[in-house]
């Protein structure tokens, strides 16, 4: 995979801190990287960890011309090891975590610090996080773990407790907006409708721009338009959507789940996450039930917390399940 090491601008406060703590020696064993996701916390913590590895770094950036920084430059350095689930949306297993964690208690092959860069943490299931809890309470010297975690609330105490926390939150709608224009090269409106479809995460609208994610949640809220017309049914739209990567759809349909409650309480239209999807949601606003809307919220929630930690959830009758519930919000 391409590494991508870079500091956004709205992140350059946490940049010129952590920085500094490196500069004056305090620099701990561990980092917690909290926040939304698709705002750039793995690229910083690429980025830090290039900085720390470079022989001579100045002012807070890596010089590009040492040993480390070739090594860097060709796509792998020994002491920079990545950490991800096999596939996204699957859980990160013991044995992954200990084949790293075996590798950063041996010698730095470089000199100098062994770093594991791990995202998304909370992916971690309950015998991983324990085998990561070993290295967390005697890491060994220049050792450094980057935790990157977008959903802490799904992270194991014993685990947030022993890192340092770094938290990041959202770009203001106006940075993101401008930085996502000039990026793509589109106009600020579309980059504003963009936004508010990827929850306002700059990365997360790129993604979607870029990938087909654009197809996959249009076919999606299509899907779940047509199910509340009872133009399709749960069955055949689970059936047509399992194979994708359903921790998309769930965020999305917490998106439009949100959307409904603030429809409820008399939010504009312009206000809502899903402009493109205002006719559905306010029918739904108009006829469901609160609480039941609220139970579905808390099952999709459920469904993806579960979807991270279990290795083959039955995809197709998790789907179906939450679809029935949709469907029985305003029958
Ligand atoms: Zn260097």
């Not at 500094?20 to 830090?48: D, E, T, V």
């Not at 105490?157 to 930085?179: D, H």
């Not at 994610?213 to 133009?231: N, Q």
């Not at 099952?299 to 579960?306: M, Y």
Request: glycine share 6%.
């Amino acid at each position: 995979m391409s590494i991508d090491e870079q500091i956004y601008p709205w992140l350059t406060d946490q940049w010129a801190h952590v920085i500094q703590q490196h500069g004056r020696g305090r620099l701990p064993h561990a980092l917690l990287l909290s926040g939304p996701a698709g705002i750039g916390k793995a690229a910083f913590g690429s980025a830090l960890a290039h900085v720390l590895l470079c022989h001579n770094p100045q002012d807070g950036a890596p010089c590009g011309r040492c040993r480390s920084c070739e090594l860097i430059a060709s796509g792998h350095h020994p002491d920079r090891l990545f950490l991800h689930p096999e596939e996204p949306g699957k859980p990160i297993r013991v044995d992954q975590v200990r084949e790293l964690t075996n590798v950063l208690h041996s010698t730095a092959q470089q000199g100098g610090y062994r770093i594991m860069i791990m995202e998304p943490a909370e992916a971690m299931n309950v015998a991983a996080a324990n085998a990561l809890l070993k290295t967390l309470e005697e890491p060994g010297q220049d050792t450094l773990l980057i935790l990157v975690c977008h959903q802490l609330g799904q992270l194991m105490p014993t685990i947030r407790s022993r890192c340092q926390r770094i938290e990041f939150s959202l770009p203001s709608n106006e940075q993101s907006r401008g930085w996502l224009a000039q990026k793509l090269g589109m106009g600020e409106d579309e980059a504003e409708k963009l936004l508010a479809i990827a929850q306002g995460a700059p990365l997360g609208a790129v993604a979607l721009k870029q990938g087909e994610l654009l197809d996959l949640r249009r076919s999606f809220m299509s899907g779940l338009a047509d199910l509340l017309r009872d133009r399709t049914d749960a069955i055949a739209l689970a059936q047509k959507l399992h194979k994708e990567e359903l921790i998309h759809l769930l965020d999305w349909w917490l998106s439009l789940l949100a959307d409904i409650v603030r429809l409820q309480s008399g939010a504009e239209n312009a206000d809502l996450n899903n402009v493109d999807m205002t006719k559905m949601l306010s029918a739904v606003a108009n006829r469901a039930d609160r609480v039941r809307i609220f139970t579905l919220v808390d099952r999709v929630q459920d469904e993806r917390k579960s979807l991270m930690l279990r290795h083959n959830p039955n995809r197709q009758l998790l789907l179906e399940k939450l679809m029935f519930d949709w469907r029985a919000l305003i029958r």
